[in-house]
């Protein structure tokens, strides 16, 4: 199984500004998805990119993929306190997710 | 409703005790999951169920046992647990998978944070 590198492992910012973090992973996928975790709960599924999809939207998250690079990266836009939790990437393997290394996202007011 | 609701919430367990940990969704998936997380990691997947079939076993140690009795619910046995065991067991459900084909969106419950004395 392969597990996605992150990077940054944490990440501080303020209310208001822009949050980026990148998953690098090692073989092929037939999807990449990115999911948040607060506090040590469960996870919860944020968008699902399709390996022949370059970007993909949703409300304030904006997904890219790059499959040349073995890369994708979430922007969260505008960003709130809410948003403080930890967010993982994961493969799609041989028909099981593989989960990311994570980012700690702090967003303070 | 695409709640995966998970019991008990908490749970403190000696190394000889049998306990078990339940997990029950009604979005008609026909794939769960049983994952297994640490302080600061990201999940770690255990067991995965399809059809109510084990389709994939994670090399996991025998002191942990699954079952499906049927396609709504999945427990995950435990017997003869060691402290490094301490952890957040995570269930989660998706439509089924193909095999070598592509992971659908997994819905997760809260997870059970076990702890091993």
């Known amino acids: 199984s392969q597990q996605g590198e992150e990077d940054p492992q944490a990440l501080s910012i303020q209310e208001g500004e822009n949050a980026t973090m990148n998953c690098s992973y090692k073989?092929?996928?037939?999807?990449l998805q990115w999911y948040r975790q607060n506090s040590g709960r469960g996870l919860v599924h944020l968008i699902l990119i399709r390996s022949n999809e370059r970007e993909k939207h949703s409300g304030r998250l904006r997904v890219t993929l790059d499959t040349s690079k073995k890369s994708s990266s979430l922007l969260i836009t505008a960003s709130r306190a809410a948003d403080t939790a930890s967010y993982f990437c994961?493969?799609?393997?041989?028909?099981?997710?593989?989960f990311g290394k994570g980012t700690s996202l702090l967003v303070t007011p | 409703d695409t709640e995966v609701t998970q019991t008990p919430k908490h749970l403190v367990m000696g190394m000889t005790n049998k306990k078990s940990l339940k997990c029950e969704q009604h979005m008609g998936h026909r794939a769960m999951y049983w994952y297994k997380q640490k302080a600061k990691k990201p999940p770690e997947l255990m067991f995965v169920?399809?059809?109510?079939?084990?389709?994939i076993n994670e090399s996991v140690p025998s002191r942990f046992s699954p079952e499906c009795p049927n396609s709504s619910l999945l427990n995950l046995h435990l017997h003869a647990l060691q402290p490094e065991d301490s952890a957040l067991y995570l269930c989660?459900?998706?439509?089924?998978?193909?095999?070598?084909?592509?992971?659908?969106?997994?819905?997760f419950g809260p997870g059970t944070r076990l702890t091993v004395t």
């Open positions: 994961a493969m799609s393997g041989r028909g099981a997710l593989n």
């Open positions: 169920y399809s059809y109510e079939k084990l389709s």
């Open positions: 989660a459900s998706s439509q089924p998978i193909l095999s070598q084909g592509p992971a659908y969106e997994q819905y």
């Open positions: 073989t092929s996928i037939n999807n």
